[in-house]
């Protein structure tokens, strides 16, 4: 190890130090969770903790302000759960469909795409804005809708988690998305799109809704998610610190869902150790729009600590492998990233065992946040499980969704 390298280290180490004091100064749960992070991050807090605190926090105002990440909106509307929580959508339309030139009459006939609804499903700690490439992409080319995932976004707080202390179930969460279905799309094909928790919630539904799927479902897409046997995954840690994460883990975010206004001012004291956290659990590649980056963060930072706590144990519980049985008829869609931390690519290869006519894409250098990290690649594939469907024309334009590259402008 250089001179150089060597005090960088111990610079990352001292401002670990710091940070856990800091943890401290927020309660022991709060303590106890900053020395979890810090393990987890360490090498890539160094990079993030050898950077004036001014210098960064300048840098992040104006992120916020040139980044149009998460911009996009369409038209909102509100579904209510069965417990009566506020679940927030928005409708983008397709455009009115122009006439077919004559080579693409050629080509494809008369007949009109199908007029399919794309519903997306965000991930755990997300909100519906995580697909702004895709949703970019797509804009007036095929109707979609986004909704934010009860707690999340501009959904309201759980109401059975609140007012009654209920758990989360991914059960729960599959009632939900039927609720944003009746009341954005009553009618017509379907397509349904989930990542990560999306993906869980889209296989509830088909464990609960087994007709919808039959009579109204034309494809799925599951990204980066899982059918089962999370309490499995390692987080890319060594043995002995996995297992000491699963061990204290659940009962140290437990306390922190019981302090968490004192949780959230420890939480913004050590905003750059999370942000090195954040990084290595969302992407693979250094070659990402810091943009980009900042608005992963972004939406992982507005996720509440308690909302984090209420829904962590529903991961362990979450098993819908017979789920799958429902998908089998239908063209699917199962793309992930190599490298995904969180829910490793050999969970998306089981879901694609159970679904032998699925076509399973794995992207060699992206994490867990593949549709920010690659978005091209699955907006490629998206399109064409869409023209699979025949949800949208084989001469469709579905361009125009940029890249994340740390020279890109942002799209």
């Known amino acids: 190890m250089s001179e150089s390298s060597a005090e960088a280290v111990a610079s990352a180490a001292s401002a670990a130090a710091a940070s856990a004091g800091n943890w401290r100064r927020a309660g022991v749960a709060g303590a106890a969770i900053g020395v979890v992070a810090a393990g987890a991050a360490a090498g890539v807090a160094i990079e993030r903790l050898t950077v004036g605190r001014g210098m960064r926090r ?181 043995v002995a610190g996995v297992n000491a994460v699963r061990r204290v883990l659940p009962g140290v975010l437990r306390a922190l869902g019981q302090q968490a206004a004192l949780v959230e001012r420890g939480r913004r004291a050590t905003a750059d150790l999370f942000a090195g956290v954040i990084k290595r659990y969302s992407f693979a590649t250094r070659d990402v729009d810091p943009a980009v980056e900042r608005f992963a963060e972004r939406m992982i930072e507005g996720t509440p600590i308690d909302v984090v706590a209420e829904f962590y144990p529903a991961f362990t519980e979450h098993d819908k492998t017979a789920a799958l049985t429902h998908f089998t008829d239908l063209p699917v869609l199962v793309l992930a990233g190599v490298k995904d931390l969180v829910t490793p690519s050999e969970h998306s290869e089981a879901v694609a065992d159970l679904l032998p006519d699925a076509e399973l894409v794995l992207v060699a250098d992206a994490g867990h946040l593949v549709m920010l990290e690659h978005p091209e690649v699955v907006i490629d594939r998206l399109a064409d499980l869409l023209m699979r469907a025949g949800a949208v024309p084989a001469g469709a334009t579905v361009g125009g969704y940029g890249s994340t590259s740390s020279t890109a402008q942002p799209g």
């Open 58 to 238: 300048k840098a992040l105002l104006a992120l916020d302000s040139t980044g149009p990440y998460g911009a996009l909106r369409g038209t909102p509307g509100k579904a209510y759960a069965d417990d009566g929580t506020e679940l927030y959508y928005e409708v983008d339309d397709a455009e009115p469909e122009a006439p077919l030139a004559p080579r693409r009459r050629r080509l494809f006939g008369r007949k009109a795409p199908a007029p399919v609804t794309v519903v997306f499903s965000h991930g755990y700690c997300l909100n519906q804005d995580s697909w702004h490439f895709q949703r970019a992409a797509l804009r007036g080319v095929v109707r979609t809708v986004h909704w934010d995932q009860r707690s999340h976004g501009r959904s309201g707080r759980g109401v059975a988690q609140l007012k009654d202390g209920t758990p989360v179930t991914i059960d729960e969460l599959g009632r939900d998305l039927k609720a944003v279905i009746d009341a954005a799309v009553p009618e017509g094909p379907i397509v349904l799109v989930g990542h990560s928790m999306g993906g869980m919630t889209v296989m509830a539904l088909a464990d609960q809704y087994p007709e919808l799927i039959r009579d109204r479902v034309v494809a799925v897409a599951l990204v980066g998610t899982s059918s089962g046997r999370l309490g499995e995954v390692n987080f890319g840690l060594p």
